[in-house]
């Protein structure tokens, strides 16, 4: 069954280069959590492609890559963020996701020059810039939810975000 989703695109915030750039991030967040809700299982861990990606993996990862940058923590083992295990559900990752996105909006609001330093993530030498760090959050999320937008295509036709 094909399904179109009206795409309202991000919010319009005539702001500051810190509110445009959250702005799109949390538009691309939702896009991408948008893709995952109601798929049943197994489908929703099914892999699309070769490589294996599916819906729940790249909730998983966007996750994992946000308490990164944002919060600080490792990542031990990049690869793995891609692999929900048996025990994580739909549920349980999306609510991850969206308490990672609450704290991570967090840090952010108190961002007042996006010049200055970023965390350090763990075993990097340099820190990136507040900048940096949120369009490459753009950037990764955004790079994820088209993967997501194909992925759910496949399984039930449904398009749009």
Same mark, same amino acid.
């Given at each position: ?8 695109? /991000? /919010? ?24 995952? +809700? ?38 031990? &083992?990049?690869?793995?963020?891609? @692999? /929900? ?7 349980? #990752? #999306? +609510? ?6 609450? @704290? +991570? &909006? ?9 010049? #200055? ?10 820190? /990136? ?15 994820? +939810? ?16």
């Amino acid at each position: 069954m094909s399904r179109r989703v009206k795409d309202v695109g /991000p /919010p319009w915030t005539g702001g500051d280069e810190k509110a445009a750039l959250l702005g799109f991030l949390d538009y691309l967040r939702n896009s991408i959590a948008g893709k995952v +809700a109601d798929v049943p299982e197994p489908q929703v861990r099914a892999g699309g492609v070769p490589s294996g990606t599916n819906l729940l993996g790249l909730i998983k990862h966007v996750t994992k890559v946000e308490r990164f940058y944002f919060l600080g923590e490792p990542i031990n &083992n990049l690869r793995r963020t891609m @692999q /929900p295990t048996r025990e994580e559900t739909v549920e349980s #990752l #999306l +609510a991850d996701y969206r308490h990672t996105i609450e @704290q +991570a &909006n967090e840090v952010i609001e108190t961002w007042t020059d996006l010049t #200055l330093d970023a965390p350090r993530p763990p075993g990097r030498s340099l820190p /990136p810039s507040r900048r940096w760090v949120l369009v490459h959050m753009i950037e990764e999320t955004a790079r994820h +939810a088209g993967h997501a937008d194909i992925l759910r295509e496949q399984i039930d036709g449904s398009t749009g975000r």
